[in-house]
């Protein structure tokens, strides 16, 4: 599975995360993965529908997930990704999360 890099993970004016990989990826069609995720061609970021009780930890293993399944691509944290707007703590579980 290719890794494609994460340049940038933030949350959003309501909370909700948003991650960009670094171009020229792009994810047109993660929409059928049907896992609730989908692409934002303005921003080039992915983003989770609403979906109750997901946290921003669950929404970053949900994009992982779908675009692993239906692009199969593996999203991987670097040294150069920038996080926006979160905790420390949350930065943390992430590339816990990623491994």
């Not at 994460?6 to 909370?15: S, T």
């Not at 990826?25 to 992915?46: F, M």
Request: cysteine-free; hydrophobic content about 40%.
């Amino acid at each position: 599975m290719p890794n494609v890099a994460v340049e940038q993970i933030r949350l959003d004016p309501n909370g909700r995360l948003r991650l960009r990989p670094a171009s020229p990826s792009t994810y047109p069609y993660i929409y059928r993965a049907a896992l609730s995720v989908r692409w934002d061609e303005i921003s080039s970021e992915l983003y989770v529908l609403d979906v109750p009780g997901f946290d921003a930890l669950a929404e970053f293993k949900q994009i992982r997930a779908a675009v692993a399944q239906e692009y199969g691509d593996q999203l991987a944290l670097s040294p150069r990704t920038k996080y926006l707007g979160m905790s420390a703590e949350l930065v943390a579980a992430f590339r816990e999360s990623a491994g």
